[in-house]
């Protein structure tokens, strides 16, 4: 998990907007949804709102009105640990493979996926210019927290702040328990399991008490891929790497009558006369590291490009500042953690570097139990490697990587899953993969969702009729506000409020985050 300690989560709610145009299926007013402008955000928060069908566009963090809106858009993860890539999946692989060595440029496209595979819709860039803050840095300053505590000792029920101090660790404890409770099956059997050997009968067969045989071959390529890896300790992307040598060593080794993993194919050995080279290099995109400002120009030609020739966005759209705001920009704290990734957690850039030049870049997210993949884009030229494909398996692998440093990030967040507008179903196609339920917010095997979404494009996926949302609004009077540059309980502000009642307002925002990140994250009010 994440460290603590750092400043808090402050947003601004903008409540439910009047409807505009979807995407998807071009309704002009369809799309409803939820939104609050983040100034600042935990990555504990995001990974607790993202869990209750939030997600975020630069600092607009929105929530589609589920049973209203016209292409109801469900949470999706997939369980990396246990990804089995399918047959279209290694053939882009083998494709990337194919033009890196040998310099073969295949024009068929991918099958059933499309080439910007996991984008978002692009309209989501437009939110952040509807619903920008107008709040001036100062006010989002809270005073000192003795005064704060101060503030809080007002609250003549005692009960409610009594117990404060221990909030923080309860709610820590409860979020690792619900992680727990809605992971995989311990018992549900690994696609990596040795497959069992009977004992051969005397005189024949090989000596079980001995290390099978080994091909000098396989012996060779195993070689190559430690030096390989050594070599790599120099880049960025190596860096991430040092940690996980023993991980990829071990799914690099081929096994006996198993299908090959998406390791076999990205991390494989290239001759020495390959044709091309192919770098990943994972840089902080905020606050921008040094790397990702020497990159910003080429980054954001690279873009421009796309949009204009995948998304036929006219020149004067794609602008920097839209760049910047829409895909640069983001809430999310830095933080690290002794246990957690060696890159910690916050908002990165996955560059794909091909002979020293930038073709594509992957947005991301890395949070606590997730690598959470945001936008794609990149040079049109290179359509025929089906980037969007390829560049979410490598994220698959990535979450992969940091899981052994990390144990609790084993999760890849695709974003929303559309059932409704058929060229979104291929994020289906990642198993295995969870939907979110949009009512008790318990993730649920996509194989029991998509039977509902035949009969009905919005469907509660949690079949117990009694079953309610764990994490619902119990207590609005410990939601937490920021007013003033104060920070009190809602009952508090409440008191000292002047003018007409908010609490409709604020009774929906703690509604739709959840009782544990509103008694978190500071609600702001004028």
């Given at each position: 998990m994440a460290a603590g300690g750092g400043s808090p989560s402050i947003v601004?709610?903008?409540?439910?907007?009047?409807?505009?145009?979807?995407?998807?299926?071009?309704?002009?007013?369809?799309?409803?949804?939820?939104?609050?402008?983040?100034?600042?955000?935990?990555?504990q928060d995001y990974q607790d709102l993202i869990d209750r069908g939030w997600r975020r566009s630069g600092k607009y963090v929105y929530k589609p009105i589920m049973n209203q809106t016209c292409c109801p858009q469900y949470t999706i993860r997939c369980r990396a640990l246990h990804f089995q890539a399918s047959k279209s999946h290694k053939k882009v692989l083998k494709k990337m493979l194919k033009f890196i060595s040998k310099g073969d440029v295949s024009k068929v496209a991918s099958e059933e996926e499309p080439m910007d595979s996991h984008i978002?819709?692009?309209?989501?860039?437009?939110?952040?210019?509807?619903?920008?803050?107008?709040?001036?840095?100062?006010?989002?300053?809270?005073?000192?927290?003795?005064?704060?505590?101060?503030?809080e000792d007002e609250d003549k029920d005692s009960g409610e702040t009594k117990e404060e101090g221990n909030v923080q660790k309860v709610e820590s404890d409860s979020v690792q328990i619900c992680a727990d409770k809605d992971s995989p099956v311990p018992a549900e059997p690994s696609h990596s399991a040795k497959a069992g050997h009977a004992p051969p009968k005397p005189g024949k067969g090989a000596d079980l008490s001995k290390p099978p045989c080994r091909k000098a071959k396989d012996i060779r390529k195993e070689r190559k891929?430690?030096?390989?890896?050594?070599?790599?300790?120099?880049?960025?992307?190596?860096?991430?790497?040092?940690?996980?040598?023993?991980?990829?060593?071990?799914?690099?080794?081929?096994?006996?009558?198993?299908?090959?993993?998406?390791?076999?194919?990205?991390?494989?050995?290239?001759?020495?006369?390959?044709?091309?080279?192919?770098?990943?290099?994972?840089?902080?995109?905020?606050?921008?590291?040094s790397q990702f400002k020497a990159t910003f120009q080429e980054s954001y030609q690279v873009y421009k490009r796309y949009q204009m020739v995948i998304h036929k966005d006219p020149p004067d759209k794609p602008t920097i500042n839209q760049f910047t705001r829409f895909l640069c920009d983001s809430p999310l704290e830095a933080e690290h953690a002794p246990n957690g990734p060696e890159c910690g957690y916050g908002s990165f850039h996955q560059q794909y570097w091909l002979d020293g030049k930038i073709i594509a870049v992957g947005?991301?997210?890395?949070?606590?139990?997730?690598?959470s993949s945001v936008y794609l884009y990149y040079d049109p030229d290179f359509s025929?490697?089906?980037?969007?494909v390829y560049s979410a398996l490598r994220e698959i692998a990535f979450t992969r990587q940091l899981c052994v440093k990390a144990p609790d990030l084993c999760f890849y967040?695709?974003?929303?899953y559309i059932h409704s507008c058929p060229k979104m179903r291929y994020k289906g196609q990642?198993?295995?993969?969870?939907?979110?339920c949009p009512e008790t917010y318990v993730w649920t095997p996509i194989e029991q969702c998509l039977p509902l979404?035949?009969?009905?494009?919005?469907?509660?996926?949690?079949?117990?009729?009694?079953?309610?949302?764990?994490?619902?609004?119990?207590?609005?009077?410990?939601?937490?506000?920021?007013?003033?540059?104060?920070?009190?309980p809602y009952s508090v502000y409440k008191k000292r409020r002047k003018g007409p009642s908010d609490e409709a307002s604020v009774q929906q925002y703690a509604s739709l985050v959840g009782q544990t990140c509103s008694e978190r994250m500071l609600l702001f009010r004028s």
């Open positions: 601004e709610f903008f409540g439910g907007e009047d409807g505009y145009r979807c995407g998807y299926c071009r309704s002009d007013t369809g799309n409803l949804s939820h939104g609050m402008w983040a100034h600042s955000m935990t990555v978002e819709d692009v309209a989501t860039c437009d939110f952040p210019y509807k619903n920008e803050s107008q709040v001036s840095q100062s006010d989002l300053t809270p005073l000192a927290v003795d005064q704060a505590e101060r503030v891929l430690q030096k390989l890896l050594q070599s790599q300790m120099g880049t960025a992307e190596g860096s991430q790497l040092q940690g996980d040598q023993a991980f990829l060593l071990q799914n690099s080794k081929p096994k006996t009558n198993q299908p090959k993993n998406i390791e076999d194919f990205v991390f494989v050995p290239l001759p020495d006369d390959a044709r091309h080279k192919l770098e990943v290099r994972v840089v902080r995109s905020s606050p921008p590291s947005v991301i997210d890395i949070l606590p139990y997730c690598v025929f490697l089906s980037l969007g967040y695709m974003g929303f990642y198993r295995p993969s969870d939907l979110l979404l035949e009969h009905s494009k919005y469907s509660r996926f949690n079949q117990d009729g009694k079953a309610v949302d764990e994490g619902r609004l119990k207590e609005l009077g410990r939601v937490r506000v920021l007013h003033k540059r104060t920070v009190m």
